[in-house]
């Protein structure tokens, strides 16, 4: 069974740096695009970060560009979305995601995941 688990979420201010990790496990994942996304209260879940299992193919939003760093998943199995220069507008839950599928331009839409993660809340204060 294919089991995502986030950690590192919190509370940062504004300008602050985060790690969240994401523990992957119950499958081989080699061949799988993962994926970060986030939802703020009374939003729609949006599109945050993307990478090939390997590190290679790396997209990002546009509102987190320059900001945030997909890492590829290492020997733990673990992804690391590492989050600088944070803004209150980057408050929300953070997802982590997985799907065999891989896409040129890489898979930004929820809907192209299968595996989802419980979530974690970064909250980043004034």
């Known amino acids: 069974q294919v089991q995502l688990v986030e950690s590192g979420g919190g509370l940062v201010q504004a300008g602050g740096s985060r790690r969240l990790s994401c523990a992957a496990s119950g499958r081989t994942f080699s061949t799988y695009s993962m994926g970060w996304f986030r939802q703020a209260p009374g939003k729609e879940r949006e599109f945050v970060a993307t990478?090939?299992?390997?590190?290679?193919?790396?997209y990002y939003a546009d509102s987190v560009k320059g900001r945030f760093t997909i890492s590829g998943v290492n020997a733990r199995n673990t992804v690391y979305l590492e989050m600088n220069s944070l803004k209150p507008e980057d408050t929300a839950v953070y997802y982590c995601?997985?799907?065999?599928?891989?896409?040129?331009?890489?898979?930004?839409?929820?809907?192209?995941?299968?595996?989802w993660g419980q979530g974690t809340q970064v909250t980043v204060s004034t």
């Open positions: 995601a997985a799907t065999p599928q891989t896409r040129s331009g890489g898979l930004r839409s929820p809907q192209a995941y299968e595996y």
């Open positions: 990478s090939r299992w390997s590190g290679d193919y790396r």
